[in-house]
């Protein structure tokens, strides 16, 4: 089970942090990643993780702004997001990979087969 928080409303410009807490799960063996859904679009994979935290990827949308990390210890994955933009609003998911390390690497992060419930994030301009 994946539970996100962290969510708000913010300026344009500020910062929020997402939290991911899993369990039930081993997921610290597998890569995670965080996706964005915004209204009448495709999901996105912005950010993604591998299982010893070792390695992060983003999409170049938020690449430079958005830093992705997790603590085993907790078997919390989080998102830092700075300098956010109008075009950051949407609903944000994490994910759990069921290939292991592999989907980090893949196209749009293929494989996330684990979904924690969507936290909202709206930029004010």
């Known amino acids: 089970q994946l539970q996100a928080s962290g969510g708000g409303l913010v300026q344009a410009g500020g910062s929020l942090r997402l939290a991911c807490a899993a369990s039930g799960h081993p997921h610290d063996r597998y890569d995670m990643g965080w996706f964005r859904q915004a209204p009448g679009k495709e999901r996105e994979g912005i950010a993604c993780i591998n299982s010893s935290g070792g390695r992060t990827y983003y999409s170049e949308s938020v690449k430079g702004r958005f830093a992705i990390s997790r603590v085993s210890a907790n078997n919390t994955i989080y998102l830092q997001m700075n300098n956010l933009k109008p075009e950051d609003t949407a609903i944000y998911y994490c994910?759990?990979?069921?290939?292991?390390?592999?989907?980090?690497?893949?196209?749009?992060?293929?494989?996330?087969?684990?979904w924690g419930n969507g936290t909202q994030v709206t930029v004010s301009s």
């Open positions: 994910a759990a990979s069921a290939l292991g390390d592999y989907s980090c690497r893949l196209p749009g992060y293929y494989g996330m087969a684990y």
